[in-house]
Structure formats: C-alpha cells, structure tokens
C-alpha cells in the first residue's frame, strides 16, 4: 500500500468531494436532508463545492455565494453537525494526509461549529437569518 499525500490542488479536491457526497447520499441521517434540498441538482452543488474548496484552501478565486444562507432555513441539530464532520474527515483521512488535509478539516470545523451557533441564535431570539 502506498503512503497517502496532500491534497494538492483541484483534482484531490474532486475526489474528496465526489466521494464526501457518495458517501452522504447514503447516509440514513444526512441523505435525506441533502436529497430533499438537492434531488436533480447534485452536479451543480458539486461543481459549487470543487471551487468552495479550491478558494478555501488554495485561495484560487471562483467561488461565489453565501453557505449559510443556504442553510439558515433547514431544521439541523447537533446530531446533524456531528455527522457532517466526522463524515468529511473519514473522507479525509480515507485519501489523504498532511498539513492542506488537516486544514481542510479544520476549516469544515470552523464552518460547522459557526453554522450551528448562528442558527441556535435564530432559533432560540426567534428571528430571521441576516444573510
């Protein structure tokens, strides 16, 4: 078996996210969410998150649009945030080790834990999101 490397640019960044996806189309808890939001769509959410994570984490531009705003009208909890991460880092770590693959981690982290913080305030201030 031969050693995993970084990721190192957009074709890594496509495996990653083709299989991330794979992966949650089949996931009992997530699949549902994310095929009801999606369902004949999935090409172009893929090709979003290709450049989402091309500008993430190599600062390539071609990215346009505002992640929370889709979320910020999905009913998500804990459970669901918990699931994502641990999901995308399996992926992760299924193909790939070194300091790009631990900052792609953290930054789904990041983005998680900020998500759920600004939908609890939604929630618990009974307000709309500011987008």
Do not use: C
């Not at 172009?44 to 889709?70: C, D, I, Q, R």
């Amino acid at each position: 078996m031969s050693a995993q490397q970084d990721i190192t640019g957009i074709e890594d960044i496509k495996i990653l996210v083709d299989d991330f996806y794979s992966r949650i189309q089949q996931d009992e808890l997530l699949a549902p969410i994310f095929n009801f939001r999606l369902s004949t769509h999935w090409g172009p959410h893929l090709e979003k998150m290709y450049t989402f994570w091309n500008a993430a984490l190599f600062g390539v531009k071609g990215y346009s649009g505002n992640p929370f705003m889709k979320h910020a009208t999905m009913e998500l909890d804990q459970e669901h945030f918990d699931r994502w991460i641990r999901m995308f880092n399996e992926t992760v770590d299924t193909y790939f080790e070194g300091s790009v693959a631990e900052d792609a981690k953290r930054r789904a982290l990041v983005m998680a834990n900020m998500f759920q913080l600004r939908l609890k305030e939604i929630k618990d201030n009974n307000t709309k999101p500011i987008f």
